[in-house]
């Protein structure tokens, strides 16, 4: 049996980095505006609903709902391959953003838009965790 290949491993930079270090503890964490308390992903500089540029990292429910999905069928990473098929969601969250992640737990064939997910968090680094979902 052969040695699957590893999986690539992205270096985030400037404030996607620190969402990945607030992620690699295993929690969901969103910016959170210090002024008027919207919720933003991805992380940004400055507020979009009031332009202030203070902000903290909060901790998310991990909670959300399937907005959106594609299935992989051919990876572009081999480290992925022995998961073929496997499909990418777009979840909408309980605090408002959308999140990108990985199924699990579940069929593709299964899927189904407002399905209730939550997040498991997969930890790879100090600086870096992938984020999957299954079914709620």
Not at 58 to 81: E, K, L
Request: net charge negative.
């Amino acid at each position: 049996m052969s040695e699957r290949p590893p999986r690539m491993i992205p270096d985030p930079d400037g404030l996607n980095a620190d969402f990945y270090r607030h992620l690699a503890t295993g929690q969901v964490h969103f910016q959170l505006c210090s002024q008027c308390s919207a919720v933003h992903h991805p992380p940004r500089y400055r507020c979009s609903s009031c332009g202030s540029s203070e902000y903290r990292w909060v901790a998310s429910s991990g909670h959300g709902r399937v907005f959106s999905w594609t299935v992989t069928h051919r990876p572009v990473d081999p480290g992925w391959a022995h998961e073929i098929p496997y499909a990418t969601l777009v979840v909408e969250m309980d605090e408002g953003v959308r999140v990108v992640g990985a199924l699990r737990n579940l069929s593709p064939a299964e899927l189904a838009l407002d399905l209730p997910v939550v997040a498991e968090v997969e930890s790879v680094s100090e600086a870096f965790a992938f984020i999957h979902f299954r079914p709620a």
